[in-house]
């Protein structure tokens, strides 16, 4: 398949362990936030979104946490599978008419 | 529902060449952006088409161009090749303009040499 990154920062967990994956997004107007993951040969997938109103929203063995005073957001992956290996990237938008804009990804690795 | 499509996925050019990638939204989605995707830049947006209008713009010389057509597919032309050019193109439907959810395709892997 495609090479997503080449350049990704790079995070190594234990199958069974949980996984934080972090960003710093550079807009303090965004109002929306959106968690994307991208297998090898895939597009980007929808993974779980928060707006700005929120701190902390929860999905299926995923939480995000935003923290508005520091501009970071954080995708925590619990019992993290080797499914989950991939680059996650995190989005922002700054409005309804806005674009998203990407950060750079992280690639997680999960070994056995 | 089928997914966003995107043909063809693979493609090789050569410097100075033209080529033309295009873009099947989901069902009942009428915007449609793009992406380019290369490990030094990430993933940054092109533009997006909405009812066959031009509605947002990125950072990108006039080489790149797309159009929408009246049944929300999407074609976007990339003139002059250049090497910097090798990239995977990606598109993204969404229900409404600027949406907040965007669904992706697979992606075209567009080679330079």
């Known amino acids: 398949g495609e090479s997503v990154g080449l350049h990704l920062p790079t995070l190594s967990v234990q199958e069974g362990d949980n996984s934080i994956i972090n960003c710093a997004y550079s807009n303090s107007a965004s109002d929306y936030f959106i968690w994307y993951k991208q297998e090898s040969g895939k597009g980007p997938q929808f993974i779980i979104d928060?707006?700005?109103?929120?701190d902390k929203r929860q999905g299926q063995r995923v939480t995000v946490l935003l923290n508005k005073t520091v501009k970071h957001l954080s995708l925590q992956i619990a019992a993290t599978q080797p499914g989950d290996s991939a680059v996650y990237f995190c989005?922002?938008?700054?409005?309804?008419?806005?674009?998203?804009?990407f950060g750079t990804g992280t690639r997680l690795q999960v070994t056995l | 529902k089928a997914g966003v499509t995107q043909t063809p996925r693979y493609l090789i050019k050569t410097r100075g060449q033209q080529v033309t990638l295009s873009c099947s939204p989901i069902s009942g989605h009428r915007s449609v952006s793009w992406y380019q995707q290369t490990p030094g830049q990430g993933l940054q947006f092109l533009f997006e088409y909405f009812s066959e209008t031009q509605r947002n713009k990125g950072n990108f010389p006039g080489r790149f161009s797309g159009r929408q057509f009246s049944n929300s597919r999407s074609e976007m032309n990339v003139s002059t090749l250049e090497l910097g050019d090798s990239a995977l193109y990606l598109c993204?439907?969404?229900?409404?303009?600027?949406?907040?959810?965007?669904?992706f395709g697979p992606g075209t892997r567009l080679t330079v040499t």
């Open positions: 989005a922002e938008k700054p409005g309804t008419a806005s674009k998203l804009t």
């Open positions: 993204a439907s969404s229900p409404r303009v600027s949406g907040y959810e965007q669904y």
């Open positions: 928060i707006r700005s109103n929120m």
